[in-house]
């Protein structure tokens, strides 16, 4: 069985807004599942501590960095309508990045094979230069770039020297980020866009939907042109849709690559019980992603993987969400939960689409 770690802090539910899509009930409603099912209990706790100043701003600009401290320090405030800051917000935001750089070295130094970041608020959608789409600091570009530039045993995380292995040539050559959140995860693109170490794969809901980025030609700039490969689906993809970009597109484009470590960010929200979206997918269909994921680690990754939770607004698809995934990531198959059921509408056909995309990217 795999050895699987969480990172959780209570830090992260001060950072709320009632009546925002993005509130603490969402992670409290995840934690409160994983308790009444005893699924902490098999897996290790990390530690971790807030990113300091000089982390975030190793991707983030400084301007910025300090820009969500003084909205914080202030009390209240917000990046724009969609994207809100209280007073924990800043500290909040530094734990979530500083759970998701621990949950990389943790994986990369074998503390632990895989780890599941359960974080908040999300951070796909935030920029070198600013956040949006209810995010602050991108979480996952963090672990990305830790694990390619900053891998170092000497970090103090509290591990006892037993439990780390061999951490000598542990830094990754190539990283890979699979996002399944369904918007499009324009910040990590942006962040990541010329940089041929990263392959970013988004699939994702595309048409009347923010942010309307992640159109199939972006596909990376300069070294970077190629590892960057967006999947936009129409609304009402479902199952077998997902089930087929991740057998022609992303199994395929991930063999190409052959990364040392992969990273996902992992949003429940293309459920087709989600308020903000339009997709047919079913706990079993997101099921079957993270075993994909998991199959694709063991095989290319010696295991190592880390999750980095982003979105999902319907508490019970996004709590049964991660339990399943946890499940899955220690190998257990057997006691995957799907107590809302398929979608009763017929999803949309998309096989030549995807055939389309896999030739545009050289996967056929």
Not at 207 to 231: F, K, L, Q
Request: glycine share 8%.
């Amino acid at each position: 069985m795999p050895s699987v770690g969480y990172l959780y802090d209570p830090i992260f539910l001060e950072h709320d807004l009632p009546g925002h899509p993005e509130n603490a009930r969402r992670l409290r409603a995840i934690m409160d599942l994983l308790r009444e099912r005893d699924a902490l209990a098999s897996l290790q706790s990390l530690p971790f501590k807030a990113a300091t100043f000089e982390q975030l701003t190793a991707l983030h600009s400084p301007r910025y960095v300090s820009q969500v401290y003084a909205l914080s320090e202030r009390g209240r405030g917000a990046l724009n309508p969609d994207t809100y800051i209280n007073a924990a917000s800043f500290s909040a935001a530094a734990m979530a990045v500083g759970a998701s750089l621990a949950a990389a070295q943790a994986v990369m130094s074998g503390v632990v094979q895989r780890a599941f970041a359960l974080v908040r608020p999300p951070g796909h959608h935030a920029f070198a230069d600013h956040g949006e789409g209810f995010c602050l600091f991108n979480n996952v570009a963090f672990a990305a770039k830790h694990a390619l530039d900053d891998i170092d045993a000497e970090h103090d995380y509290a591990w006892s020297p037993s439990a780390v292995r061999n951490h000598r040539n542990a830094r990754p050559e190539r990283v890979m980020i699979v996002d399944f959140d369904v918007h499009h995860g324009n910040g990590t693109q942006a962040i990541f866009y010329d940089d041929p170490r990263v392959l970013y794969i988004s699939i994702h809901e595309y048409g009347w939907m923010y942010p309307g980025t992640g159109d199939a030609s972006e596909r990376g700039h300069g070294a970077g042109r190629g590892t960057t490969i967006n999947v936009p689906l129409p609304p009402e993809t479902g199952d077998f849709g997902y089930a087929l970009v991740f057998d022609e597109i992303l199994a395929p484009a991930a063999r190409r690559f052959r990364p040392n470590l992969l990273l996902v960010s992992a949003g429940f929200d293309a459920h087709w019980r989600d308020p903000l979206a339009h997709m047919h997918v079913s706990l079993a269909g997101f099921a079957r992603m993270m075993r994909v994921l998991c199959e694709l680690s063991d095989e290319l990754c010696n295991g190592r993987m880390v999750v980095v939770l982003e979105g999902g607004y319907d508490l019970q698809a996004l709590s049964y969400g991660v339990l399943n995934s946890l499940r899955i990531m220690q190998g257990n198959l057997a006691d995957i939960e799907d107590p809302i059921g398929p979608c009763p509408a017929e999803e949309a056909p998309v096989e030549d689409l995807i055939a389309t995309f896999a030739a545009l990217n050289g996967l056929k």
